[in-house]
């Protein structure tokens, strides 16, 4: 059974960073892309940001791209997201995903491509 679980979230002032973490377990965590997504309250989840198994491919979602950096370490079976210059904006339930198929390198902002997800973390932007 594959488990996510998201921390590092919490309250930040405007201006602040926040790193997120997600620890997996349940299969072969190198094998398989990660996504990061949000949810604000009344919104659609959307994508934020992901990575492919290996680490050496990236997507960011415009609304964060060269504020944020998403990374793996495979030997520790975690993602992380570094989110810097943070907005009040930024403010939802922050989720990880993994990919239902191996060794993905693309297509990762259609959340029909994940299978697994954690039970998200919250992130508060006060301005």
């Known amino acids: 059974q594959v488990q996510l679980v998201e921390s590092g979230g919490g309250l930040v002032q405007a201006g602040g960073s926040l790193r997120l973490s997600c620890a997996a377990s349940g299969r072969t965590f190198s094998s398989y892309a990660m996504g990061w997504f949000r949810q604000a309250p009344g919104k659609e989840r959307e994508f934020v940001a992901g990575?492919?198994?290996?680490?050496?491919?990236?997507d960011y979602a415009d609304s964060v791209k060269g504020r944020s950096t998403v990374s793996r370490t495979n030997a520790k079976n975690t993602v992380y997201l570094q989110m810097n210059s943070l907005k009040p904006e930024d403010t939802a339930v922050y989720y990880c995903?993994?990919?239902?198929?191996?060794?993905?390198?693309?297509?990762?902002?259609?959340?029909?491509?994940?299978?697994?997800w954690g039970q998200g973390t919250q992130v508060t932007v006060s301005s």
């Open positions: 990575i492919s198994w290996g680490g050496r491919n990236t």
């Open positions: 995903a993994q990919r239902e198929r191996p060794y993905a390198t693309s297509n990762y902002r259609n959340t029909l491509e994940y299978k697994y």
